[in-house]
């Protein structure tokens, strides 16, 4: 009801097109992509780099966005959370999953003696959690308040 209001047109127009809300973020992804392209989640680099390494990576590129606009913050929250950020589980977001790439980082730091053992799924959903928890605080902050410490996620995922 939302989107057909804010977007001027019938409830019934916006579901002739769009089956799923779904649907319509992936529709306004893909017109966006170009622009916001450097937000998308690094999941190949990370792999290549694999382990600590990739997992560095992914924090980096979190940390990298802190002090950005507020439509990259959404694009970033949106892509963090593209695995479990609705209720349905018919449809899933375009893209590859955040989720998956980090708890492979996990296992091969583990495997490599990078880090402790411990639940590499439990980590990855608090992760994750972290990311977008804090990518809320910065979408809701005034603009000299988007701050974090730089390592502050590598620091987490360390441990």
Not at 35 to 58: H, S, V
Not at 132 to 151: D, F, V, Y
């Amino acid at each position: 009801d939302a989107i057909s209001i804010e977007s001027a047109c019938s409830h019934g127009l916006v579901y002739h097109y769009f089956e799923k809300k779904e649907d319509i973020f992936n529709g306004l992804f893909e017109l966006q992509r170009e622009d916001y392209n450097e937000t998308i989640f690094p999941r190949n680099a990370a792999l290549e780099a694999g382990g600590l390494g990739g997992l560095k990576l992914i924090c980096d590129h979190y940390e990298k966005f802190y002090g950005a606009d507020k439509i990259r913050l959404y694009f970033l929250k949106t892509n963090a959370s593209r695995d479990y950020m609705t209720y349905t589980s018919v449809k899933t977001l375009n893209g590859e999953s955040p989720f998956k790439t980090l708890v492979t980082l996990l296992k091969q730091a583990i495997e490599a003696g990078e880090i402790l053992e411990c639940d590499v799924e439990a980590k990855a959903r608090l992760f994750l959690d972290l990311v977008t928890g804090t990518l809320t605080r910065l979408i809701s902050a005034k603009e000299k308040e988007r701050e974090i410490k730089s390592g502050a996620l590598y620091e987490f995922i360390r441990k």
